[in-house]
């Protein structure tokens, strides 16, 4: 396969100084290719979330290089790598992270307002996406009107809202009952599969995981391949 969307070279992450010095992650090679659905586990603390931050060009790696669609970012300035997120990736987060003075519909035309896009169109947008998430009859309530399952739904539908190339997505069910977990994640797996998203995916189910195109483990800051099994 050929022009990974996303590519790390040789990542390495770490905190403090030479007597402090905490690896969270060292020499990590990956690659996202079109269209692909990979699923990131492993043990809590072992890089997942630090390994999405960077890949999504919210953290800065210590050594290495990131390729977004075949361009070197790993040097972009914050504007660049703000623009770029706002273009390029979308992101969901274990908690929904909605706004609450906004509705649902507002919450999914915001970033696409951001964007420049006007409002009528926003709107439709935003419409179309929660129609397809199952919430077409909750467009005007707000985030405490929503049950965890309708929140995180309103999340996913925001992630796509700017029509990325990438999503990540950390722990998305993380804070939700199995039934509830399994519901919002089907609904998620078949949004990108619709769209021909590429996807990064950290869960530690097992059973989402192998839903999944690929599974990749992040163990002592390496990554390697298949489940943990600890």
Same mark, same amino acid.
């Given at each position: 396969m ?19 010095? #905490? ?12 269209g ?13 979330? !630090? ?10 790696p210590?050594?290495? $290089? ?13 504007k $660049? ?12 987060y ?28 926003a ?20 985030s ?21 190339a ?13 039934? !509830? ?12 599969k $619709? !769209?021909?998203?590429?996807?990064l ?20 800051? #390496?990554?390697?391949?298949g #489940?943990?099994?600890?």
């Amino acid at each position: 396969m050929n022009n990974p969307c996303l590519e790390l070279k040789h990542v390495s992450r770490f905190y403090g100084d030479k007597e402090t010095k #905490l690896e969270v992650l060292k020499d990590i090679n990956f690659t996202l290719q079109k269209g692909e659905i990979v699923a990131l586990v492993g043990p809590s603390g072992s890089g997942k979330s !630090t390994l999405l931050h960077i890949a999504g060009l919210l953290d800065t790696p210590t050594g290495g $290089e990131i390729f977004v669609n075949g361009v070197d970012v790993s040097h972009a300035l914050d504007k $660049e790598r703000t623009l770029l997120r706002r273009k390029a990736i979308g992101f969901v987060y274990q908690s929904h992270l909605l706004l609450p003075d906004f509705n649902a519909l507002e919450n999914v035309m915001l970033p696409q307002l951001i964007e420049g896009k006007k409002p009528k169109l926003a709107r439709k947008r935003a419409e179309e996406l929660l129609e397809l998430v199952g919430l077409k009859h909750r467009l005007k309530h707000r985030s405490g009107q929503l049950s965890g399952g309708e929140q995180q739904r309103v999340a996913i539908a925001r992630a796509l809202a700017n029509n990325p190339a990438i999503l990540l997505a950390d722990e998305p069910t993380g804070n939700l009952d199995p039934s !509830t977990a399994s519901g919002v994640f089907q609904t998620l797996l078949n949004l990108v599969k $619709e !769209t021909k998203l590429s996807a990064l995916i950290a869960t530690h189910n097992p059973d989402l995981a192998l839903q999944m195109d690929k599974q990749i483990r992040v163990e002592e800051g #390496l990554i390697k391949e298949g #489940l943990y099994t600890a």
